[in-house]
C-alpha cells in the first residue's frame, strides 16, 4: 500500500492507552505470531526489533520511500513501528512480514496487509524492498508467498493495492502478479503536501485460484514433452 498504515503521531501506546481493535478476536494461531513462509530463494516472516537496523539503511532512501507514505526516519522510529505491527497482529487487524533471503536472516523488505473490512474480507497489500534486490525475483517470490497467506490463512476475497501512477516499478509489479487494474483514486494519496492520483488494483480470490490451476495445468504439459 502506498500509504502505510503505521500512523506514529497515533501510536499511544507510549502513552498507556491500550491499541483498539475493528476485528472481534477469534482463536487462529497467525495472530499469536506470524507463520515463517518459505519459498525456494525468499522467506517471510515476522519482524523483530532487531530488523529496524536494516530496514532503516534499505528503506528510508528516496529511491525506495519516494512514492510511499514517509517510513520512519531512525532506528528507534522502525522500532516503535516493528512493536506496532506485533499489537496490530495480535488484534487480527494487520499482518507484517519482513523479507529475507534463503539462508540469510537479515530484513530486506517488508509485506504487509491489512484488513479494510471486518475479518479480512475486504484487504489491501504494500510492499517495498531495498532497490539492491529489485529485478531479482525477490518480490515475485515474496508475493507469491503473501498472497497464499492472504487467500489460504486470512481467507480474504478481494486483496486491494494502490499505486502512485508515476510508480513505474510498483505499477509494473502488481500487473505481473496478476492485480488487475480497476481505475484511477484522482487526488488520494497526500505526499510532500501535493495530492497525488493512484491506481486501484485488485487480486479476488477465484481469480488467484484459477491462475494456480492455470499454471498447474502448464507445468503438467511442459513435464510430459
Ligand atoms: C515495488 C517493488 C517491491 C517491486 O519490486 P521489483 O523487484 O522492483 O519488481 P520487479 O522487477 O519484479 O517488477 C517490476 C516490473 O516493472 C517493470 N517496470 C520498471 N519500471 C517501469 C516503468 N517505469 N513503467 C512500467 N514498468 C516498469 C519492470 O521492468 C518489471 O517488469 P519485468 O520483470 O517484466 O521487466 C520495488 O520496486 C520497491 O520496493 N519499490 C519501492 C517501494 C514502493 O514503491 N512500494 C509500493 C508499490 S505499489
Redesign the pocket.
Known sequence: ??RMPYRPDLDMTALGTRPTTTTEITSSDWKQSLPVLAGTQVVLRELRASDAASLFALITCE??????SPPPTTVGGFERFIAWTHRQRSAGTYACFAVTLKGFDTAI?IFQVRETEPGFSTAEW??????A????????QGAELLLEFAFETLNVHRLE????VK??????????IGAVQEGVLRKSFLRNGQYLDQVLYAIVDDDWRDSLDAAAQVSSLVSVH
Request: net charge positive.
Open positions: 500500500m502506498e529511491e525506495v520511500s519516494r512514492f510511499i523488505g504494500g510492499f517495498a524492498i531495498g532497490s534486490f529489485w529485478g531479482s525475483g525477490v518480490f515475485h493495492a494502490r499505486a502512485n510508480n513505474g516499478r510498483g505499477n509494473g509489479a502488481l500487473l505481473k
